[in-house]
């Protein structure tokens, strides 16, 4: 597998938990309420231990 091919496999897994946009657009709209730091860490919890939790399988898998 290509790097470019693991990068387009990232961004399929990452749209996929976080809908159009990914994690890039998610954090924008917690920016946008939330100003602290803490509160977009523990916003964004969830979804770094599942995007975490892909990576690992994809690596387990051989896909990475």
Request: charged share 25%.
């Amino acid at each position: 597998m290509t790097q470019d091919e693991r990068d387009a496999l990232l961004i399929r897994m990452d749209e996929a938990i976080n809908g159009p946009g990914g994690l890039v657009k998610r954090v924008a709209a917690i920016e946008a309420k939330h100003r602290e730091r803490w509160v977009i860490v523990v916003a964004l919890a969830p979804t770094i231990v599942a995007v975490a939790a892909m990576v690992v399988a994809a690596r387990a898998a051989g896909m990475i």
